[in-house]
């Protein structure tokens, strides 16, 4: 399968900072990416989806002031989690998919907390 | 709203037994349905993809089935290891969706030695 590398796997910030996370495409062009989330013992919930070029359209009761996206290129898409509070921390995981490919891929996920 | 739903939600085994993990989802309007592994604080590891026209597909140890119509997956393991020991996510593509997947809650699998 493809692969989808994000990095960091996982930071440590203080409350009040802003965190970035970048997913990657490594060897094909992720044309929409996918950002979930997921908390301790449950399961991924998506955030928000983006097309490469485009904005980013958010789920349900997501901020999107607060998780900003950005899918500049066909290879990068980056969240940034504005002003972080403990309530932030949590497993953040990318997929990305191609135009006419019915599989997504999954990153790595990275481990935020917020302290 | 398509909603998935994973039974049970853990499980232990010992080393050696065979087993069935159950998803069930709401709506049948699915592109694909997709079972992945998670061991604890890692990603996903995708283990197999069943495409809405397809009944089952294998992978090893691994079986997993799909009735569309009935809104149904199993994923039968075999053999059971103490490396299977993970949670075991099941989850679908909506039509509606394009490639968003809605996931179940999943099932921790516990294989004793």
């Given amino acids: ?115 | 709203k398509q909603e998935v739903t994973q039974i049970p939600a853990a499980l232990s085994v010992p080393e050696g037994e065979n087993l069935v993990l159950n998803c069930s989802f709401t709506d049948s309007a699915i592109y694909n349905l997709q079972w992945f592994r998670q061991d604890p604080g890692k990603g996903l590891t995708s283990l197999l993809l069943i495409q809405s026209s397809q009944r089952e597909q294998t992978s090893g140890r691994l079986n997993a089935s799909l009735d569309k119509s009935s809104g149904r997956s199993t994923l039968y393991i075999a053999a059971s290891q103490p490396g299977d020991s993970a949670t075991y996510l099941c989850a679908v593509r909506p039509k509606e969706y394009g490639n968003k997947l809605v996931f179940g809650a999943g099932t921790i699998l516990r294989v004793k030695s």
């Fill in chain 1, 1 to 115: 399968g493809a692969v989808v590398s994000q990095h960091p796997s996982w930071v440590i910030c203080k409350s009040g900072t802003s965190v970035k996370i970048e997913c990657r495409s490594l060897d094909f062009q992720a044309t929409t990416m996918f950002w979930y989330r997921q908390f301790p013992k449950q399961s991924l919930m998506l955030m928000a989806t983006s097309n490469e070029g485009s904005k980013a359209t958010y789920e349900q009761g997501v901020e999107k002031d607060k998780f900003l996206i950005n899918h500049a290129s066909l290879t990068l898409s980056t969240l940034t989690v504005t002003s972080a509070h403990p309530e932030d921390s949590s497993f953040y995981i990318c997929s990305a998919s191609s135009t006419g490919v019915t599989e997504a891929f999954f990153g790595q996920g990275t481990r935020l907390t917020v302290v």
